[in-house]
């Protein structure tokens, strides 16, 4: 059963100019795997801003309820690349509450617009 669907899109060069202009964003916002390659490599701005609305859309899943952590919800590739949500925290507590505990994640960027759609599901 669907608890909750949740979609958003970012603009990747307004993204960006954040992410310049506030030096410790990216540090607020994703953790260190999410900020780096498996190879040690800066991940791009377009994968940043993709991350970003994935966490956006995880929060409109779930209702968007406040006092969610950036941090509790994290975006990480599974064995074979693909993107993985897990979570843990206040965003877990937020989706026991709503009864979600399995999820569904789409990412996309091209023409400079980074999007995400999640599906949570009980």
Known sequence: MIVGVGIDVVLVERFARALTRTPLLADRLFTEAERYTSSGNARSPESLAARFAAKEAVAKALG???????????????????????????????????????????LSHDGGIASAMVVAER
Request: hydrophobic share 40%; aromatic share 6%; with cysteine.
């Open 64 to 106: 968007a309820p406040s006092g969610l952590s950036w941090h509790d919800c994290e975006i990480v590739p599974d064995p074979d690349g693909r993107p993985w949500l897990t979570v843990s925290g206040t965003v877990a507590a937020a989706a026991l509450e709503r009864g979600a505990n399995r999820w569904h994640l789409s």
